[in-house]
């Protein structure tokens, strides 16, 4: 099957440069909602079977021209969610930011015991978004659209894919409403076919002005 993971569009948190993980969270600015609207024009030649999303707001609003462009309901799953930032939420400070994205990339070296400061670990991350996708993969055989988030994207396909690493998607951008395409099963595994950090719609639809943590390479 074919899964495209794409990033939500811009939320007010990207701009602040805030990490903004919990539920429900924010909804869209004006230029997410662009950017969600670019998605079933940039779709136009996939095989949609399924639509995807977290529990959060901001994947589901990101969602919906494309669900109702094929008619397709989106399905909410709890497991795609961000990765919490436990008690560096609301923090838009360097030593915060450090910490958030110094424990992701913990997790892609094989640290999944290391935990995010007051929220969990590797393991309970990849235990729910690996659930999720076995549970999406077994009732489809073509190609599904999942809306999920940045920091969440970016350590699932480095871990996961088996042509890619932690260390390439996390130093190359996911900007909102990146897409990374992977073609695959679960009994065969999955292969990164394609990864573009800008979004869908276009360059027209980057903000070069934001700081959005979850989205910008890491050095």
């Known amino acids: 099957m074919r899964l495209l993971l794409i990033r939500h ?3 007010p948190a990207n701009v602040a440069g805030v990490l903004d993980t919990a539920a429900p969270g924010p909804g869209l600015t004006e230029l997410g909602e662009r950017q969600a609207r670019a998605v079933p024009h940039a779709l136009r030649d996939e095989n949609v079977q399924g639509i995807y999303a977290s529990r959060l707001v901001r994947t589901q609003l990101t969602a919906s021209p494309l669900s109702s462009e094929r008619a397709l309901d989106v399905v909410v799953h709890d497991g795609l969610h961000e990765i919490e930032a436990g008690a560096l939420e609301a923090k838009s400070d360097e030593s915060s930011i450090k910490a958030y994205l110094d424990t992701i990339i913990r997790w892609g070296t094989g640290e999944l015991d290391a935990r995010m400061p007051g929220a969990s670990d590797g393991h309970t991350f990849f235990g729910r978004f690996d659930a999720a996708v076995a549970e999406i993969a077994g009732a489809h055989d073509d190609t599904v659209v999942v809306f999920s988030h940045g920091a969440a994207i970016r350590a699932w396909v480095g871990a996961r894919a088996l042509n890619a690493s932690g260390e390439f998607t996390l130093k ?3 900007d909102n409403t990146g897409v ?5 099963s679960l009994a065969h595994g999955w292969d ?8 869908v719609g276009g360059e027209s639809l980057v903000d070069r002005a934001a700081p959005d943590p979850t989205g910008e390479a890491v050095e």
């Open 192 to 199: 990164l076919v394609s990864w573009a950090g800008t979004p």
């Open 9 to 11: 569009g811009q939320t």
């Open 180 to 184: 990374a395409v992977l073609d695959g």
């Open 172 to 174: 190359n951008p996911l």
